[in-house]
């Protein structure tokens, strides 16, 4: 027998839950990230949840300045600040949802199957909790 198969999504959600907006310098969020030892955020606009950012969405921010610094390079122009990316410019749109009573092995199927390691957990169209892979993982070894 299973020791997880009694779980639900709202007994390993973390919360309470930290978001932010499309327009957050993504600076900013990579420190909110650290500040709160947390890998993913929500990402909210008038009520809305409208995206996800993770870590591993900020991995493609040195990428991204370099293509710009290049075409700007190659197009002569000198003395261009650095680029500023938004959250808007980098999250990851489709969000994979589930409610608080979603039992535990479904949110982890979700997750296997939708290729993402954070689901947002969603109670009356408000984010409530995100479980990450991680948190998962963690039940194993407790």
């Known amino acids: 027998m299973n020791p997880y198969s009694e779980l639900l999504a709202q007994d390993v959600m973390n919360s309470p839950v930290l978001s932010t ?4 310098d993504v600076d900013d969020v990579e420190q909110e990230f ?6 993913a955020m929500p990402v909210v606009q008038q009520g809305q ?3 996800i950012i993770s870590r591993s969405d900020l991995m493609l921010v040195p990428v991204l300045a370099a293509a710009i610094e290049s075409g700007v390079t ?16 980098i999250m990851t749109r489709q969000v ?3 409610s608080p009573e979603t039992e535990l092995g479904l ?7 939708q290729h993402v390691h954070h689901i947002v957990v969603v109670r009356d169209g408000l984010a409530v909790g995100v479980i990450s892979s ?4 963690q039940l194993t070894v407790q």
């Open 21 to 24: 907006s499309p327009e957050t």
């Open 34 to 39: 650290v500040r709160h030892g947390v890998s």
């Open 49 to 51: 949840i409208v995206g």
């Open 74 to 89: 190659a197009a002569g122009i000198i003395s261009q600040p650095k680029p500023v990316f938004l959250v808007r410019d």
């Open 96 to 98: 994979v949802q589930c």
């Open 107 to 113: 949110v982890a199927a979700d997750m296997v199957h």
């Open 134 to 137: 991680l948190d998962i993982v």
